[in-house]
C-alpha cells in the first residue's frame, strides 16, 4: 500500500475516534481543510513538519500516522 495512503487511512481513523470534523482538525493543525481532505484521500504528500502538526492536534505520535493496521 502506499505510505500516503496508509497515512490518509490512519489519520481518517484518529480523527473519526475523536469526534473531530475535518474543518475542527484542520483549524487544531492550522491547515485548510481542503489540504487536509487531499492527505486524507491520499492525493497530497505532506511535509513531515505538516504531520507533526496533525500528529499534535490529534494527541498522537507521529508513527501512528505511518503505522500499519
Same mark, same amino acid.
Given at each position: ?11 481518517? /481513523? !484518529? ?7 475535518? &474543518? &475542527? !482538525?484542520?483549524?487544531? /493543525? ?9 492527505? %486524507? ?9 505538516? !504531520? /507533526?502538526?496533525?500528529? %499534535? /492536534? ?12
Amino acid at each position: 500500500m502506499d505510505v500516503r495512503v496508509r497515512v490518509g487511512l490512519n489519520l481518517q /481513523a !484518529l480523527r473519526r475516534d475523536r469526534g473531530y470534523s475535518q &474543518e &475542527e !482538525l484542520a483549524h487544531r /493543525a492550522a491547515m485548510h481543510q481542503t489540504y487536509l481532505s487531499g492527505i %486524507e484521500r491520499g492525493r497530497r504528500n505532506p511535509s513531515v513538519l505538516v !504531520l /507533526a502538526r496533525i500528529a %499534535e /492536534a490529534l494527541g498522537v505520535d507521529l508513527q501512528d500516522l505511518t503505522r500499519k493496521r
